[in-house]
């Protein structure tokens, strides 16, 4: 019934190639059709505390119906990333047959296992099954807090689920669970007693589980059963002021615009107007009264130290940028719908391995051009930038999940298949962009000639120092997408379902442009002040963007979510860095590259030889 791909990240078959894979990974899943009466597979995946959406557990290791042998299914790359273990359950479902409390198992529980259950309902543990790629949410037990003299603690366990699925010809397209009408049996300490035919002797619990089915007709057809999944609310719904982010980031833009477009045009006319008049010296004649910009025409091309970090900075700048164009497209297309589980995963590794080539060559281009020497050693740094803070990040928070059980931890062949994707494809790659740009690169077309002897750069007032830089063109970026960064992150770190991906590109190529219009006002300001550093700076000012995506990030955490633990804050914290990393080397790279190109625009204006 289900058309499935069957991926090496559970099952490796070690003679396929790692890109043939993950490409057969992104793609995986489609639609499933049923005749009456055909068995309809439910699987059970995890569970785990509501509050910390990346603690997950499998969902066999709660003391919990189980078959003889557990059969698990075949996953994709991207569903084994997210955390993903599913397994075939004692639930026997029939497409459009009811059932009425149906025996599931009979169970006797240790005084042990009772108090794992305790534990996991105290801790609001929710479990998550999957019925034809559809995710069925609901909670493990009930527990209740009343009163404050006399205080009652009661915790209870559901014992009986009803199952509801919707259905439209042959195709499911909706299910969940309800425990309307179902008390739940109480779990005492110590297995002490029990109500409602569950039986107590020698220090055990013995529960008896049960299930209904219950289908009911749907008129949505199968081609929008996600928009169904999309308006369900298991988990708080935070997406409803959408609009207020893209209005407040158009508004900023739009100043920003006109403040480069106008005011720093005018200004740089009347540069134009007093340079260019009766100019009788070269480029080389420094006996003049000019100061400002000009004045460092034989300098402001001089090419800065540690050519080959910046130019890494670059190539992996772009590498990023390239990847979060395509992840958005992509998403345009409709690829990433709610049904197919870790699929973004999936093609980001794919990205990520394809557009390696993209930063060997902008890197080792650039660095060819501006006389850089050691092009190897270039394309090894390039290589290595992202890849290994991202394996250092994954070592201890991968560690983390292994010593808790979580399925969040990768197994072994999923590691081996994300390793050989890089030594294979990705790092490959990285070596042929670098030998191609290397050998297509021009020359550095810088329109004066630098001198030999630096010029002094005089004393510069405090709000021209690079760390005020750094706060001005990082705080103005962050500003533009603080408000979208929110719903980003409650996708991210929470269960919501991100589908505003015409607004997500709306916001994105705002950021980039608010990042180009700051570095270039900026990098007047810096030439202004005779100070010819701006390589260096420009990629800094709003390469600090990161930062405040990082702040905002622990500001998210203790402010407007409840995650907590010693799991969820390593995977939060780690990745966050991650993530405060490739917008830093994103926008660094677009910065840097918007103030080549307006000085390079300045320098040729004038009339100088």
Not at 199 to 207: I, Q
Not at 314 to 332: C, D, E, R, Y
Request: glycine content about 8%; hydrophobic content about 45%.
């Amino acid at each position: 019934k289900e058309n499935e791909v069957v991926c090496t990240s559970l099952r490796g078959s070690r003679t396929m190639a790692p890109l043939r894979v993950l490409v057969l990974c992104l793609f995986s899943g489609w639609a499933a059709g049923y005749k009456q009466g055909d068995n309809v597979t439910l699987y059970v995946n995890k569970v785990g505390p509501y509050h910390n959406p990346h603690e997950t557990y499998h969902y066999y290791t709660l003391p919990v119906c189980r078959p003889d042998k557990v059969h698990h299914k075949s996953l994709s790359l991207g569903e084994v990333l997210d955390g993903d273990r599913m397994a075939e359950s004692l639930y026997h479902i029939r497409f459009r047959e009811n059932v009425e409390k149906k025996l599931l198992c009979h169970l006797t529980l240790s005084e042990k296992q009772v108090d794992e259950l305790r534990e996991a309902i105290e801790e609001l543990y929710y479990f998550e099954f999957i019925l034809d790629e559809i995710p069925i949410w609901g909670f493990v037990g009930y527990i209740e807090e009343s009163g404050f003299l006399p205080h009652s603690h009661k915790v209870g366990l559901w014992t009986h689920l009803d199952f509801n699925i919707e259905y439209n010809g042959d195709s499911v397209i909706f299910a969940n669970v309800s425990v309307k009408d179902v008390k739940p049996v109480p779990l005492e300490e110590g297995a002490g007693s029990a109500v409602g035919g569950v039986g107590v002797g020698g220090g055990s619990l013995k529960v008896t589980h049960t299930y209904s089915v219950h289908w009911f007709e749907s008129t949505l057809p199968h081609s929008r059963r996600s928009e169904r999944l999309r308006d369900y609310s298991f988990f708080p719904k935070t997406l409803e002021i959408h609009w207020l982010s893209i209005i407040n980031s158009l508004v900023l833009v739009v100043l920003l615009l006109g403040f480069v477009i106008i005011i720093l045009m005018r200004v740089l006319k009347n540069d134009f107007a007093r340079y260019n008049v009766e100019e009788e010296g070269g480029c080389d004649d420094l006996d003049q009264g000019d100061n400002g910009w000009k004045i460092i025409h034989t300098d402001v091309f001089r090419f800065p130290p540690l050519k080959s970090l910046l130019c890494a900075v670059l190539g992996v700048g772009a590498q990023f940028l390239t990847l979060a164009t395509g992840i958005i497209f992509m998403a345009l297309l409709g690829m990433f719908n709610v049904h197919r589980h870790g699929a973004i995963n999936s093609a980001a590794i794919v990205l990520y391995a394809l557009t390696s080539c993209v930063s060997g060559y902008v890197s080792c281009s650039f660095y060819t051009q501006i006389n850089g020497q050691r092009w190897v050693w270039n394309i090894i740094l390039t290589s290595s930038l992202f890849s290994a803070p991202l394996f250092l990040t994954w070592s201890v928070v991968n560690s983390v999940h292994w010593y808790s059980g979580s399925t969040q931890a990768l197994p072994a062949t999923t590691v081996l298949l994300l390793l050989g994707a890089w030594v294979l494809v990705g790092f490959p790659l990285t070596v042929i962009g670098g030998i191609v740009g290397k050998n297509r690169a021009g020359s550095f077309q810088a329109p004066c000639r630098t001198r030999n002897i630096p010029r002094q750069i005089p004393t510069q007032p405090w709000y021209k120092h690079a760390v005020v830089h750094m706060a001005i063109g990082g705080f103005l970026p962050f500003s533009a997408i603080s408000v979208e960064l929110y719903y980003i992150f409650a996708t991210v770190w929470g269960r919501e379902h991100y589908t505003l991906y015409g607004i997500l590109l709306c916001v994105f190529a705002i950021l980039l442009s608010v990042g180009a219009c700051i570095s270039v006002a900026l990098t007047y300001f810096l030439l202004s002040g005779e100070d010819y550093r701006w390589w260096w700076r420009s990629v800094l000012s709003t390469g600090s963007t990161g930062l405040f995506i990082f702040v905002y990030s622990v500001f998210y955490y203790r402010n407007r979510s409840s995650m907590s633990g010693l799991v969820q804050s390593t995977e939060f914290f780690g990745y966050s860095l991650l993530t405060a990393l490739v917008f830093s080397l994103m926008l660094g790279s677009v910065s840097f590259w918007s103030s080549l190109a307006f000085i390079r625009y300045i320098y040729r204006s004038l009339k100088m030889d």
